[in-house]
């Protein structure tokens, strides 16, 4: 059962999230609306994830995704999943960023309503995994053209599953292609972009993240 703080201003938004994640046996110790708040419960409680909205109260621009970097560099190792309205590259570049890109993620509203999906993406966090958004990913891509120009097409598409936390066996899923096949794009990559392989799975994804957001 994780512990977990939700951060949305909408109450409707808020209530439906609080109702999601104790339908699958998970605990909300607090429900806020505001970043001001937000920083008070983690404080309080030190919860297992933070769940919390981009915008929010006073000026509905940044507050949030401020407050969930604050948060990070305050606890080290606090994971934190964020939910956008829209796509905005630089807030998911900056979060990202942090942390080393462990536990962190980065998601647009509209997943929620995938539940399974959603609760995957918030438990991995939770792990200290990562979870970004495809279309959070694509347009970070967009924003990294020069260095991705040495990437072959496939290559691409494989980084861009790296990036929303994808293992091996399920890029090979996606792509209908060998798990040998997407080690091989795997290290293509890797050598390319000047990150160095390691064989634990989520320093993969780091390196990656840390590449897209820098």
Avoid: C, W
């Avoid at 109702?19 to 429900?31: D, L, S, T, Y």
């Avoid at 297992?48 to 109260?57: E, G, I």
């Avoid at 780091?206 to 897209?212: D, E, H, I, P, Y």
């Amino acid at each position: 059962m994780l512990r977990i703080v939700v951060a949305e201003d909408a109450v409707l938004l808020r209530e439906g999230l609080i109702g999601i994640v104790e339908r699958f046996g998970h605990q909300v110790i607090a429900a806020v609306g505001d970043a001001a708040a937000l920083t008070t419960a983690v404080a309080h409680d030190r919860p297992d994830v933070v769940l919390t909205d981009v915008r929010m109260p006073p000026s509905f621009t940044d507050e949030g995704l401020r407050a969930a970097v604050e948060l990070r560099a305050a606890y080290e190792g606090l994971p934190v999943l964020v939910l956008s309205q829209y796509v905005q590259p630089t807030y998911a570049a900056e979060l990202l960023d942090s942390g080393g890109g462990r536990g962190v993620g980065y998601l647009l509203k509209h997943r929620v309503g995938r539940v399974e999906e959603f609760m995957d993406a918030l438990v991995r966090v939770a792990a200290g995994g990562a979870a970004v958004d495809p279309e959070v990913v694509a347009q970070l891509l967009g924003r990294r053209r020069d260095p991705l120009t040495r990437l072959t097409p496939r290559e691409r598409e494989v980084l861009g599953l790296m990036a929303e936390g994808r293992s091996n066996a399920a890029i090979a899923r996606a792509l209908v292609v060998s798990e040998a096949a997407v080690a091989k794009h795997i290290a293509n990559i890797l050598v390319k972009l000047d990150l160095p392989p390691a064989p634990d799975e989520h320093r993969r994804v780091r390196a990656v993240l840390a590449f897209l957001g820098g």
